[in-house]
């Protein structure tokens, strides 16, 4: 079974440039989740999807981050414009519905400049 | 609020012996608990994990105990090998659906 796949691995950008981040979750796994993980700290939830509905988002903040799951499957995170308080890992996951246990994908480092 | 945390952000282990992971966490309510470990350059890995109405649960090498009356988490790594060397962290699912919130992270070294 393919696990959740992200890319890109790495970006690095300079400040105020936008910059998108791609998912693509385990097959049949109707829930995602994007999360920002900081370095040495572990993951907070940015954002949660039941499907193609947006269904937690009160931890992205919205004047600079968007995310769109189009078909309910694959989905993109979007900063614009970056700033350097955003390099961090930017995590994916999936679970199957109303399953606690998350797979989580690679992750995209970024690093603003 | 709700919080987890974790009481040593470093362990070192010699090769062969036991490790204890230990986490704290805030919210009563939690009805879930799960162990992550996270490899340089990777995204977290399930370990294991617990539900509330059980106060330890066996894996592989691996066994996680919760204690509710101090809210306390911990993992067990039985004979850590090289290869168990990571961050772990630990996460609580509180009463609002699927949302885990995780610790800071543990990172153990294992030494040959």
Redesign the interface.
Known sequence: EAGVVQSPRYKIIEKKQPVAFWCNPISGHNTLYWYRQNLGQGPELLIRYENEEAVDDSQLPKDRFSAERLKGVDSTLKIQPAELGDSAVYLCASSYPKHYEQYFGPGTRLTVT | GES?GLHLPTLSVQEGDNSIINCAYSNSASD?F?W?KQES??????II?IRSNMDKRQGQRVTVLLNKTVKHLSLQIAATQPGDSAVY?C?E?GAA????T????TRVLVKP
């Open positions: 987890v879930y799960i992550y350059g990777k995204g977290p890995q399930f994990d962290f996460a699912n659906g699927n949302k885990l995780f610790g800071g992270g």
